[in-house]
């Protein structure tokens, strides 16, 4: 390998490819080969991403003094024929590498273009950033926020939050915050590690508590001022930093945290204990974080039911249909609590169109309940 390059390819678990790009933005100086198919979305992220960073980072706006450079290639044997030129090694494996000299400028993000992986790009993107203010960032910081600035288009909750939240959880797998803030790279396997730093980097951007938030805040201020081997982040932790309230305040904060499926667990086990109130938060609570989540939806449709509000109850169920659930569940949801609210002929409309959709489930029990509705419709 040259001397003066390291292939520093972070995340190499996951597949990688970005799209195609030409000439200059205002802080990305871009070399692409290859055709132009479907090249605006990567555009959009060189016209972002450096803002975003720095809306947390908050180095100079104007840049670090020169144009990030980034290659792209639309054929992959080019690709990995330029890393392994770039670094006299072996082609790589990985379909976006950093390629990180010992002068910061010339330091480059390649990658594959595809639009499949753009977060693999935004990781990297965000390493190649954070190197060009800080020589060298601690482990957490530079994986915790390439995963923190990834985007999720019709997301509503980033998908490290389960995982990171169950190895926390768990005793034996669990980082506290002295141990996460002295690992490398290589100190935990990235199962273990890539998500809790995710995890970390979220409590420090989210903490109500300034005295949390201010650890990353002025050890940020250290460490672009920091030209040793020294760790400014510990140092500052250790000089300032009450360990046991810090570490107090992450598990409570991790606690605090609720994904969309554990919600919607409980709120299911609520609804068959009876428990409406409950379940109903609950549901509400999924829907504000995914609008269009059916199953909470339907839920609160049969937690309305039980309460005999069957004009609410056709609302939600009208919201789940809309959102995907099962039609001819929904339509024999209405089709019940029409029949329950004596709209019969309204009824018998929904009832005869589940049976339509799903004779097998829904056949006999529609056929049941038709015949128990008045004949006169009253």
Known sequence: ?????????????????????????????????????????????????YERFNSVFHFDSEGPGFKYPVSLFSDENE??????????????????????????????????????????????????YIY???????????????????????????????????????????IPVQLMLEATKDTYTPDVFLPQTWLFVTFLMQTPYARDSRFLYDGLVA?????????????????????????????????????????????????????????????????????NNYTASYYLALTAYTEKNYKEADQWYKRALQDGADPALVNWGLGASAYADRRFEEGRVYLLKAKQLDEATYGKKVDDLIQQMPTNGR
């Open 1 to 49: 390998m040259k001397k003066d390059v390291k292939i520093a390819v972070f995340f190499t678990f996951f597949c990688f490819s970005v799209c195609s790009l030409f000439a200059n933005s205002s802080m990305y100086d871009v070399s692409y080969n290859g055709s132009a198919a479907g090249s605006s979305e990567y555009f959009a992220i060189l016209d972002t991403c």
């Open 223 to 291: 460490a672009e001022k920091n030209y040793s081997d020294t760790d400014c982040f510990i140092e500052y932790y250790n000089k300032w930093i009450d360990n046991q309230q810090f570490q107090k305040d992450y598990d409570e904060f991790v606690k605090s945290l609720h994904s969309v499926k554990e919600d919607l667990s409980a709120g299911i086990k609520a609804y068959s204990n009876r428990q409406n109130e409950e379940a109903k938060r609950l549901f509400l609570r999924v829907l504000q974080a995914q609008a």
């Open 132 to 174: 060009s203010f800080i020589s060298n960032p601690p482990a957490w910081l530079c994986n915790g926020f390439s995963l923190y600035f990834e985007e999720y288009e019709n997301a509503f909750e980033s998908p490290w939050l389960e995982p990171a939240k169950a190895l926390y959880l768990n005793e034996n797998k669990r």
């Open 79 to 128: 690709y990995r024929n330029y890393v392994a030129e770039k670094t006299g090694s072996a082609r790589p494996k990985s379909d976006t590498v950093f390629l990180r000299y010992s002068a910061i400028a010339k330091s480059e993000v390649a990658a594959i273009v595809s639009p499949a992986n753009k977060n693999t790009f935004i990781r990297q993107l965000f390493t190649q």
